[in-house]
Every structure is written in structure tokens, then in C-alpha cells.
């Protein structure tokens, strides 16, 4: 196995170094690689601006999503990385280029001038992109990446379905049983179900797992399980696992869940086809360009009971990190500076429709996209937690659900899946 990732390695390299060239072969421009094919053209338009008001090229350069990351990796090994480009993956992604020295800490920028630059960030976008002393990653304390916009994944609901189905929109479902009483009233519409979402991408799952994990053990207790002093057989894990049993029973599910893609779920809930969807601030300009007259409001997770608030994943949507051998590191500092002012802020914000990074922009965030900012106080992140779950473990907890969902496993038989697998790396 490790020969086979070895050759492919080096053919990523081999096939990226044929692509893209040698770095010195780059002009006097700071080029940015990313994957956000929506916002492609906007960035185009604030690369020529910045050269009308600068005189400095700025080249950004887009790659799919499903590529992305092998790309980025063929770069590292290559010694051939952007000026700026972005990090997809967990915490210990980012960790790991920042203890190869592969990107800048960049804390001493952010603090000139008593913080002047750092004090624009809304805080939780910078927390995603920042280690604190002694953290486990043992990665040199600072800020590695600027946010760029912001997000938030939440429950949403079609205001008009809802009513259709025999509901107030104005007082939505508060908990899991009224929210399923609620889902299930689709069944009186034709061609209308209670509930999609992109489930065919795992993370999906893992994000809404950790919601109910935050709902029904507490934020305490669930780091304590990634920490291993928590089994995942513990009666309450099995109770995170039976919500999704629930659902199944419930009869709500948009069919071919767990193989739909995201883009598939957003076009289902933007066509009036689902009550409810669970969805992140980024598909706003997707709904918008499907159904512009889509009428939909957010709501947390519907708790599974009222013993801890559920969580939302909240926080830097995306990020771009400075290439610490870079020849132009004065030149994208200064870049990363004026893309994240107010005014570039305030243009990013009406033209992509993503939430702003920076505060004080909330009178600039209107519509739909205002319903993503709701809910503040149980906002979190994996990135904000002091540990994080071997990815081992985390896809043994989404094959689980997936299975749960098919009717293939029960909640019980997942924990104990999902508990050998973490005993692999506890023992």
C-alpha cells in the first residue's frame, strides 16, 4: 500500500509539474489558487481592480473540488505551491503545512498597529485558522489562514410548503418529534417530501452527528469521547445514533439520501420539492439562481431533548494561507489587507452572497442570506475543539448512519462498530 501511495505521488507531481511549469517561470504576479467555481468570476473582477488601483497583477487561477486537494499536494511535494491558495480538510491539514514551514504564521501581520488588522475579523472566522499555546498539533502558536467570508450549516424550511402543510412558518418545529410530525404532513402534497439533504457527502452526516452529540451528551462529554474516556457504547452515543432511526421510521427522507449529492439536495429544496433541507450559508446563491421567488426561513437542529442545545457548525467558510517561501509575500499580504476592508467585503458579500468575514457588515447581509446568521449562540467547529476525531473513526460513525438509514444496522450495532474501530487507536 505504501509503494502504491508512493507511485501515485509521484505521478500527481509528475503530472503537475507538466500542467503548471516551475515557479520561476511566473512573472511578477501573486497567483491564487482555489476550488470556488461560483465565486471564480467575482475574484476575476477584484484582481482587475486591484491592478487598476495598485498596478499589481493578481492571476487567480480555479481548479475543481473534487481535484483540488491532490493538486495542492502535488504542489507541496514539488516545492511549487501559489502565492495564496486555500486548505480543504480538517484541523490537522492545516497543521501539518504549518509545521513543514509551508505557509506563514501570520500573527505578526495581523497584530501591527495594536491588532488594527486582526480586530476586523468576526472571531470565530479567525479561531478556524488559529492554534493557541500547547495545542496537540504542537504547531508554533498564531493565525495561519485570513477568512475570507463565513458560514453556517442549519435546518432550513420552505415557509410556503409549511403553511400548505397545515403549520405556522412564523413558529417552526422546536423539537425532533414536532419536527417529524411536521416533515411528515408532506406526504398530504404530491410530489413533496419532508426532508433532503446532500447525505451522499459524508461530511454531511458528521457535521449534523456532532449537532445532536452537543444536544444529547453535551460539549464536555463528547470530547471526552474523542479523547477516549468516553466509549461510543455509552447510552447516550447510542441515543445520537437512534436519531437518525428516527428519521428513517419517520418515513420522511427524500429517497436516495445517503447517495444524494449536495447540488442534487439544493436543487430539490430550491425546486419546492422538500419541506425542510439541512444546508450550509454557500447554497443561498444556488437557491437564488434556481427559484429566485424560493420563500425559506433557518432553525436549529430540532432538539432530541431539552438536555443541552444543539450545535451548529459555524466559522471561517473560506480561507486563503500565504505560502511561507513566496517571493511576493509583501505584495499578497498587501492583497489579503485590501480584500478583507470593508468595501471588498461589502462586494463580496452582495455579489457571492456569502456571509462577511470582517464585522460590522451586518446591515450589508439581507435576505435570505440574513437567515444564516441567526442562532449565533450554538455556533462551534471542529477546528475550535482542543482535540479531533481520527478520520478512521469518523468514517466508520458516517458508514454507520448510512447504514441506519438503509435499515441495515441498528443504532446499537453502529456504536459497537464504531467503538472497535476507536479502541484501534486508544490501545
Not at 251 to 280: S, Y
Not at 352 to 374: H, R
Request: overall charge neutral; some cysteine; proline content about 6%.
Amino acid at each position: 500500500m505504501r509503494k502504491i501511495c508512493a507511485l501515485l505521488l509521484i505521478l500527481a507531481v509528475f503530472l503537475y509539474s507538466v500542467g503548471c511549469g516551475p515557479a520561476e517561470d511566473r512573472g511578477p504576479e501573486i497567483v491564487i489558487w482555489h476550488w470556488m467555481s461560483d465565486r471564480h468570476q467575482v475574484f476575476l473582477e477584484l484582481a482587475h481592480q486591484y491592478y487598476e488601483k495598485e498596478g499589481v497583477p493578481v492571476s487567480f487561477r480555479l481548479f475543481p473540488h473534487s481535484a483540488y486537494t491532490q493538486r495542492i499536494d502535488a504542489a507541496a511535494a514539488a516545492n511549487d505551491l501559489p502565492d495564496l491558495f486555500g486548505i480543504l480538510g480538517e484541523k490537522r491539514v492545516l497543521a501539518s503545512f504549518a509545521k513543514e514551514g509551508m505557509i506563514e504564521n501570520l500573527s505578526p501581520y495581523m497584530e501591527k498597529q495594536d491588532n488594527k488588522w486582526k480586530n476586523r475579523f468576526i472571531e470565530i472566522a479567525l479561531k478556524v485558522n488559529s492554534f493557541e499555546n500547547n495545542n496537540i498539533y504542537q504547531v508554533e502558536p498564531g493565525i495561519y489562514g485570513v477568512p475570507i467570508d463565513t458560514m453556517s450549516i442549519q435546518f432550513l424550511y420552505n415557509e410556503n410548503l409549511l403553511e400548505k402543510a397545515g403549520f405556522n412558518p412564523n413558529t417552526p418545529p422546536n423539537n425532533l418529534q414536532s419536527f417529524i410530525t411536521a416533515a411528515k404532513a408532506a406526504n398530504n402534497i404530491p410530489g413533496v417530501y419532508g426532508f433532503t439533504s446532500g447525505w451522499g457527502e459524508t461530511w454531511m452526516l458528521e457535521c449534523l452527528v456532532t449537532n445532536y452529540a452537543f444536544n444529547v451528551m453535551g460539549k464536555d462529554k463528547f470530547i471526552r469521547t474523542i479523547k477516549g474516556d468516553v466509549p461510543y457504547t455509552d447510552s447516550d452515543w447510542v441515543k445520537v445514533f437512534s436519531v437518525f432511526k428516527e428519521l428513517r421510521e419517520a418515513d420522511i427522507l427524500a429517497p436516495d439520501i445517503v447517495t444524494m449529492n449536495n447540488k442534487e439536495a439544493e436543487e430539490m429544496f430550491a425546486t419546492e420539492r422538500a419541506i425542510f433541507t439541512f444546508n450550509g450559508s454557500w447554497g443561498v446563491n444556488t437557491y437564488r439562481q434556481i427559484n429566485p421567488n424560493l420563500s425559506y426561513a433557518a432553525m436549529p437542529p430540532p432538539p432530541a431533548n431539552s438536555k443541552h442545545k444543539p450545535g451548529i457548525w459555524a466559522g471561517a467558510g473560506s480561507s486563503f494561507v500565504l505560502n511561507a517561501k513566496s517571493h511576493m509575500k509583501k505584495e499578497a499580504i498587501a492583497f489579503l489587507k485590501w480584500l478583507t476592508d470593508e468595501e471588498r467585503q461589502e462586494f463580496l458579500t452582495r455579489k457571492t452572497e456569502n456571509l462577511p468575514a470582517i464585522k460590522g457588515l451586518g446591515d450589508s447581509v439581507e435576505g435570505s442570506l440574513k437567515v444564516f446568521s441567526q442562532n449565533q449562540e450554538l455556533f462551534t467547529h471542529p477546528r475550535l475543539w482542543p482535540v479531533t476525531e481520527n478520520s478512521r473513526v469518523i468514517e466508520a460513525i458516517n458508514r454507520g448512519i448510512q447504514n441506519i438509514i438503509i435499515g441495515a444496522r441498528t443504532p446499537k450495532e453502529v456504536a459497537e462498530e464504531v467503538n472497535r474501530v476507536k479502541q484501534r487507536f486508544i490501545d
